[in-house]
């Protein structure tokens, strides 16, 4: 009968590990990095800020085409006034 011994911490124990992963280089513009990275948590890659927006709850596709129908040229006028608006009534505070 052979006795049998619990390992010690001096045992080295070797195991192949083979994960297939590529790396693959992007190039994007700094305001997409900039984004990115506020999105950023420790812990976390860059791959990980991507694919969580795969997530169901952050489909970003759903947004596609909700601002279709907007008249921008309308848009900008509205705020052109209210810039102009708001710098009126800056100059007469700064006069009072």
């Known amino acids: 009968m052979t006795e049998t011994s ?6 080295i124990y070797a195991y ?5 992963m590529t790396i693959m280089n992007i190039a994007i513009r700094k ?3 900039d984004f990115l990275s506020s999105m950023k948590r ?3 890659s ?9 997530k169901e709850n952050c489909d970003i596709m759903r947004f596609f085409g909700a601002l279709k129908d ?3 040229e309308a848009r ?3 705020m052109r006034d209210f810039r102009k ?4 009534r800056m100059s007469q505070d700064d006069r009072a």
């Not at 619990?6 to 045992?11: C, F, Y």
């Not at 608006?85 to 009126?88: E, M, T």
Request: negative net charge; hydrophobic residues 40%.
């Open 6 to 11: 619990a390992a010690s911490e001096n045992d």
């Open 16 to 20: 192949p590990l083979c994960v297939p």
């Open 31 to 33: 305001e997409a990095y």
């Open 42 to 44: 420790d812990g976390m």
């Open 46 to 54: 860059f791959s990980d800020v991507i694919l969580g927006f795969k």
């Open 70 to 72: 907007v008249d921008w």
């Open 76 to 78: 900008e006028k509205e």
């Open 85 to 88: 608006s708001f710098n009126r």
